[in-house]
């Protein structure tokens, strides 16, 4: 039995031109009811992605989403696992999980979840976990991120990656700390220093367990530099719980590290997680390497103003390294 979908469908064919537009402007565009079916849906995503234009492929794709809680469950997963195109696989993969999101389908976001894991196509488990992008699907999929940053392809680590970075500033505004648990121990997991680094550099940490930061400092002794950098800038936000601990490991990191971009790293997280109680400590670090002795003077410098806010003390810096 076909259900009527509660949504307006646009005519299938591209926009009138500029001219014609200004010539119809008191014309009201009709308006037609239309019975939800996937098979119609997709069609009509199908032409439309022929159409040239990206708002109209948008459009299509915020329809199928709205329309997803009337489709029959049978007919939509039935497409979702014999579509083998990318772009309309993650369509129908984005419909599945608008149904677990709206309570109509709770096991949807598996059906998803198992098929970015098994799915022989590189491309369709990319596109399948991009559905998933900005959704509760760190909530709702145990360990899928932990297993999608070791995949063999590069390209659905990176997708992986994002999803983390995405979730955790967009769906939870950095302040949930499961969530930002989730994509730590994805980060360390993830035997791809590229996925790692790029986890870490962009995760808000302040709400983080004892767990993670313990993980996160494990990376201090990674044998790649852009590792033990986005480590050490990850330490550097950590909870007030933690912040001793990741202050004693960064300053002993000091004394062995080789690395000119991860020392100054650390010097930005020693100021970080000490404001102006890290000048002494950052006046010992200074002695240790004449090439940071500028970095060191500018951040004891800017610390001594009593600013309480980091982000006014990272600005200050910016403005006093700039000035002439």
Aim: proline share 4%.
């Amino acid at each position: 039995m076909k259900r009527l979908c509660l949504l307006l469908t646009l005519p299938l064919f591209p926009l009138l031109s500029t001219h014609a537009h200004a010539a119809s402007t008191d014309a009201q565009p009709a308006l037609r009811a239309s019975t939800c079916s996937v098979r119609g849906l997709m069609d009509d995503i199908r032409r439309g992605l022929g159409s040239g234009s990206p708002s109209y492929q948008r459009y299509l794709r915020t329809l199928l989403r709205e329309a997803a809680v009337t489709l029959p469950d049978a007919e939509l997963r039935d497409a979702f696992a014999r579509e083998t195109d990318p772009v309309m696989a993650e369509h129908l993969a984005a419909a599945l999980v608008a149904r677990a999101e709206r309570e109509a389908d709770t096991q949807a976001m598996d059906v998803v979840a198992q098929r970015a894991l098994h799915d022989a196509d590189p491309s369709v488990r990319a596109a399948t976990l991009r559905a998933m992008r900005r959704t509760s699907a760190l909530e709702r999929t145990g360990d899928l991120y932990e297993r999608m940053v070791r995949d063999e392809s590069p390209q659905v680590r990176q997708e992986a990656a994002t999803n983390l970075i995405e979730d955790n500033a967009h769906v939870y505004a950095g302040q949930y700390g499961p969530a930002a648990d989730t994509a730590v121990t994805a980060a360390v997991a993830s035997t791809d220093p590229a996925v790692t680094a790029r986890i870490l550099d962009n995760l808000s940490t302040e709400k983080i367990s004892a767990e993670s930061a313990d993980r996160i400092t494990s990376l201090l002794r990674s044998d790649d530099a852009s590792v033990r950098k986005a480590a050490v800038n990850a330490l550097g936000g950590v909870p007030a719980e933690q912040m001793q601990g990741a202050r004693e490991s960064l300053l002993a990191m000091y004394r062995e590290e080789t690395d000119e971009g991860v020392r100054k790293a650390l010097l930005q997280s020693v100021a970080q997680l000490g404001f102006e109680g890290a000048i002494p400590d950052l006046q010992r670090l200074r002695a240790m390497d004449p090439r940071l002795a500028q970095e060191a003077d500018a951040w004891i410098q800017v610390l001594g103003m009593g600013l309480q806010e980091w982000s006014l003390l990272l600005r200050e810096k910016q403005r006093l390294q700039q000035a002439p």
